[in-house]
């Protein structure tokens, strides 16, 4: 049983671009997490999906950034218009009952804005 | 809210036992501890769900005080393996989202 995966596992953008990060939960998980570490930090919460559904975003700046988790496919994070602050390690979480239940996390994107 | 974990950093030698506490300013439902090596994912090692409840991991246990709003993670008898940092997540009680706050860590350095 394949657990969270995380594409690019690394990922450099120059400032201006945009940058794509990709979520596979484990099988059979509906609910996904995104959260950001910075160096040296605990995680923060970004967003809470289910399948097609946005739950929680509040943790999510207003601008720029945007999530997705389609039907098909997997859960994305969407930065536009990439800043030095945005470098950071991105984590993907999923879960099979979402609520309380345990949140297993991915290898994480470590995006690095020139 | 985000809870407060302490101490910051622990360094032991391998043997010795280790208490890390993360204790929150809301009335809390779960309680979920992680550990994470540098440059790795957190990866989970137990979930406290009732006040009161302890368990345990091999060498590792936590429980949780509802009351006190606060949980304590257990590590005994280290070993080089224990080395990372420990995160606590929590969930406010009410909480219909899921979402875990995280505290900043404690830094827990083993050695031989």
């Known amino acids: 049983n394949a657990g969270v995966m995380q594409n690019p596992r690394h990922l450099v953008r120059r400032r201006g671009q945009e940058a794509r990060l990709r979520c596979s939960p484990m099988k059979g998980h509906s609910h996904v997490y995104w959260y950001r570490q910075l160096p040296e930090e605990g995680l923060k919460f970004m967003v809470y999906?289910?399948?097609?559904?946005?739950?929680?975003e509040s943790g999510m700046p207003k601008e720029r950034f945007s999530a997705e988790f389609p039907k098909e496919g997997p859960s994305i994070l969407r930065i536009q218009q990439v800043v030095r602050g945005d470098s950071a390690a991105y984590f993907c979480a999923s879960s099979n009952l979402g609520t309380t239940d345990t949140q297993y996390f991915g290898p994480g994107t470590r995006l690095t804005v020139l | 809210q985000q809870p407060v974990q302490s101490p910051q950093a622990v360094i032991l030698r391998e043997g010795e036992d280790a208490v890390i506490n993360c204790s929150s300013s809301?009335?809390?439902?779960?309680v979920h501890w992680y550990r994470q090596k540098h440059g790795e994912a957190p990866v989970f090692l137990m979930i406290?769900?009732?006040?009161?409840e302890q368990k345990g991991h091999e060498k590792i246990s936590a429980s949780f005080n509802e009351k006190k709003q606060q949980s304590s993670l257990y590590l005994t008898a280290s070993q080089l393996s224990y080395s990372g940092t420990y995160f606590c997540?929590?969930?406010?009680?009410?909480?219909?989202?899921?979402?875990?706050?995280f505290g900043r860590g404690t830094q827990l350095t083993v050695w031989p």
């Open positions: 999906l289910q399948k097609e559904n946005i739950i929680d």
């Open positions: 406290l769900l009732k006040g009161g």
């Open positions: 997540g929590t969930v406010d009680r009410g909480s219909t989202l899921g979402r875990l706050y």
């Open positions: 809301k009335a809390l439902y779960s």
